[in-house]
């Protein structure tokens, strides 16, 4: 099936929803507000659906109009790239990556190839979501960004998964706690020692509860986090002990924190790239996958 819409269409809504009032939206696109109106209706009819609620004191999207924004935004800074690209004829290769990310991966792995790449496509940007798993896989379902870096475990048929690496759970501590003069860890050597963890809300969570269910293990959480960041602060702090993926932990020399490996089982999550089966890549996003895939495969 075809919708059939236009640019200006696909700009009134986000300016709407972006400037939350018809008034300032029609001003921003130098229209009156019964053609900005129009645009809009045109738009909801084509989707089939409202896009925004109206009250006397402000313009919100509807539950549609949310899901379907960040698909405009991206399909916008797209187009918007592409014609600055064919505007400046002595311009080198052009475009806009978007992609969601772990925000493991993306505070510690994913800079370096960024930087690689920007070093060989200096004048292609970035738009980098570091999300959870849950909403990391939402944002590629739904089309806001052209792929994303993940954990495996998405059942969603419409979206595919490259495995990349497997990162194991490790042992963050001070180097000044009695486990660190062990090489390596077993599980009922946590027992007695105030541990962190994320909350269940985590994949990681889920991940590693589920592995340690599987080995008839079960870990005495004493502080709970949201953040993966916020337990290694917890540690740093000499408030506790953290289970937390390899990517995760410092990737250099630290002063005060080191990470040990947990054996007996060892538990890993697999971080893969997720894309649409649908979907096609652009040319930039398909160039950084090549090197994203080298990088880390090495």
């Avoid at 609620?53 to 960040?70: N, S």
């Avoid at 935004?73 to 918007?80: G, I």
């Avoid at 985590?202 to 340690?212: E, K, Q």
Wanted: aromatic share 6%; hydrophobic share 45%.
């Amino acid at each position: 099936m075809n919708i059939n819409c236009e640019i200006l269409d696909l700009r009134a809504f986000q300016q709407v929803t972006e400037l939350e009032s018809f008034h300032r939206a029609a001003e921003a696109l130098n229209m009156s507000q019964p053609a900005l109106t129009r645009r809009i209706q045109k738009l909801e009819a084509a989707i089939g659906a409202p896009l925004l609620e109206r009250t006397t004191r402000h313009v919100a999207p509807t539950a549609t109009g949310r899901e379907l924004m960040p698909l405009v935004r991206r399909m916008l800074e797209e187009f918007d790239g592409s014609l600055f690209a064919l505007k400046d004829a002595n311009s080198q290769r052009r475009g806009l990556i978007t992609m969601a990310c772990l925000p493991t991966a993306a505070f510690y792995f994913l800079p370096r190839v960024v930087r690689r790449f920007n070093e060989e496509f200096p004048h292609i940007r970035f738009r980098i979501l570091d999300l959870t798993a849950i909403d990391g896989l939402r944002a590629v379902a739904q089309g806001g960004v052209e792929f994303g870096i993940n954990l495996m475990g998405n059942s969603d048929p419409e979206l595919s998964f490259e495995p990349l690496i497997d990162d194991p759970f490790v042992l963050a501590m001070r180097k000044d706690h009695p486990l660190a003069a062990h090489e390596e860890i077993r599980w009922p050597q946590l027992e007695g020692h105030h541990l962190v963890t994320v909350d269940r809300t985590s994949g990681n969570r889920t991940l590693l509860d589920a592995a340690l269910a599987r080995a008839n293990l079960r870990l005495n959480w004493f502080y709970e986090v949201t953040h993966l960041n916020t337990s290694l602060g917890l540690v740093e702090a000499g408030l506790g002990i953290s289970v937390l993926p390899r990517l995760a932990t410092p990737q250099e020399e630290h002063p005060l924190i080191l990470a040990r490996p947990i054996v007996d089982p060892i538990v890993t999550r697999t971080i893969g790239i997720v894309r649409r089966r649908s979907g096609n890549l652009s040319p930039p996003a398909e160039r950084f996958l090549e090197m994203l895939i080298k990088t880390w495969k090495s």
